[in-house]
């Protein structure tokens, strides 16, 4: 076995530590950041005080404080927030994945050439802009009087998110031998049963990783959530760019820093979690069986 040159794994070291660096001081900044008060993190003159935290000091008595966490907690609610986004977000993601796994395997299976065209279409609609799709519900929302709601909410997101879904999940079965499918039956297993039972515990990983996706999706969404839920059915994102106010109203930006962590946590636990499906479910994506 050929070892590497030994200036070309410290160059690959260098380059690996140098990419850990940039991706997570940001978010190491902004957790620092959190329990400092704004006089502090956004000073104008000295950003020094943000590490030693002087104002902090003589605001609260301590180097640290919570008050951002408590303020946008508890103050401005940023738990319901919190839970309307974990319903829309699990919604989201099992309706997506139950409809993406029927259809994909339909699809990956059809001998048809109808299945081309019916992929076709649903890479159309999913490289449209979000905005322009949702544009087209607005009135029918307004008349029947379901707007703002999160039942509604999610219904957009997964028919805007199935395309998606759709298109993943059908590589990832198009990588799954048939001879699976006939053996199962072959044994006596219903079409329906040969694929509970035998195909999708071989594509668990795929539909980890597709389930990912559309959970981001759904978390990180601005622009949709804004449109059609009402301020009281908020999610957090939109929360969060509350917090920082507008022309007319003053907001509290440490409200946001405070909530922009409790938001990006979980993503970080949840790639942890489930890292190693992840990179499985890419692999087998992207690898012809």
């Known amino acids: 076995m050929t ?4 200036w070309l794994s410290v160059l690959s070291l260098g380059f690996l530590a140098l990419w850990i660096s940039v991706a997570s001081v940001p978010f190491l900044w902004t957790l620092w950041g959190s329990f400092k008060v704004e006089a ?14 002087i104002r902090t000091m003589a605001e609260t008595g301590g180097a640290f404080t919570g008050a951002g966490y408590e303020g946008a907690w508890i103050k401005e609610e940023f738990w319901k ?7 829309i977000t699990c919604s989201v993601v099992t309706i997506s994945l139950t409809l993406g796994t ?3 395997y339909a699809l990956a299976r059809s001998g048809f050439r109808y299945a081309f065209w019916i992929l076709i279409i649903a890479l159309i609609f999913r ?3 979000h905005i322009t ?19 509604t909410t999610i219904i957009v997101m997964v028919a805007i998110n199935q395309p998606f879904t759709l298109w993943m999940l059908h590589s990832f079965f198009l990588n799954i031998p048939k001879d699976l499918d006939e053996s199962a039956m072959v044994d006596g297993c219903t079409r329906f049963q040969a694929f509970r039972y035998v195909i999708i515990p071989v594509m668990w990983p795929g539909v980890i990783t597709t389930g990912l996706f559309s ?13 059609l839920l009402t301020e009281e059915n908020q999610t957090m994102v939109p929360k969060i760019a509350g917090f920082l106010g507008n022309a007319q109203e003053q907001g509290n930006v440490m409200y946001a820093v405070s909530a922009v962590v409790s938001a990006t946590a979980p993503l970080f636990v949840l790639v942890m979690v489930f890292q190693r499906q992840i990179v499985s479910g890419l692999t087998a994506g992207a690898v012809k069986g």
């Not at 070892?3 to 030994?6: A, T, Y």
């Not at 799709?133 to 039942?151: A, D, E, K």
Request: charged share 10%.
């Open 3 to 6: 070892r590497s040159p030994l």
């Open 40 to 53: 502090d993190f956004f000073s104008k003159q000295d950003w020094r005080y943000a590490l030693h935290g």
């Open 81 to 87: 927030a919190t839970i309307n986004t974990a319903i």
């Open 102 to 104: 029927l259809g994909g």
């Open 127 to 129: 490289a449209m802009p």
């Open 133 to 151: 799709l949702v544009s087209g519900y607005l009135l029918p929302f307004f008349q029947l009087n379901i707007w703002g709601h999160l039942t």
């Open 215 to 227: 959970f981001l999706l759904a978390y990180n969404d601005f622009a949709l959530t804004a449109l």
